[in-house]
């Protein structure tokens, strides 16, 4: 059985970093695409960063570019999240996803196209 944990999460002040972390159990790590979502207060979840199996494919939404950055490292089954610069607008329940894919350089922006979901981890960033 896949589980995903995200740790890491928590209350920042505007401008400060986090990096939140996803640990991946019960299958092998390299053949999962991995990606961060986000959801608001009262919104919808939404993707914030994707990243292909080999580390070579990475997404980033409009709204996140250059402030966040994804990577993995498969000798840890981790993939992380490390956000600089936050802003108000950035806290939500930060969720990791899996998904199995044979194509090492595809990444992948639905939630719909992901097979298994952590439990989600707080960001928060007080106006």
């Known amino acids: 059985q896949v589980q995903l944990v995200e740790s890491g999460g928590g209350l920042v002040q505007t401008g400060e970093s986090l990096s939140v972390s996803c640990a991946v159990s019960?299958?092998?790590?390299?053949?999962?695409?991995m990606g961060w979502f986000r959801q608001p207060p009262g919104k919808e979840r939404d993707v914030v960063a994707t990243?292909?199996?080999?580390?070579?494919?990475?997404y980033y939404a409009d709204s996140v570019k250059g402030r966040f950055t994804i990577s993995r490292d498969n000798a840890k089954n981790t993939v992380y999240l490390q956000m600089n610069n936050l802003k108000p607008e950035d806290t939500a329940i930060y969720y990791c996803a899996a998904r199995t894919t044979t194509f090492v350089t595809r990444y992948y922006l639905r939630s719909d196209e992901y097979h298994y979901w952590g439990q989600g981890t707080q960001v928060t960033v007080p106006s």
């Open positions: 019960g299958s092998t790590f390299s053949s999962y695409a």
């Open positions: 990243i292909s199996r080999n580390a070579g494919g990475t």
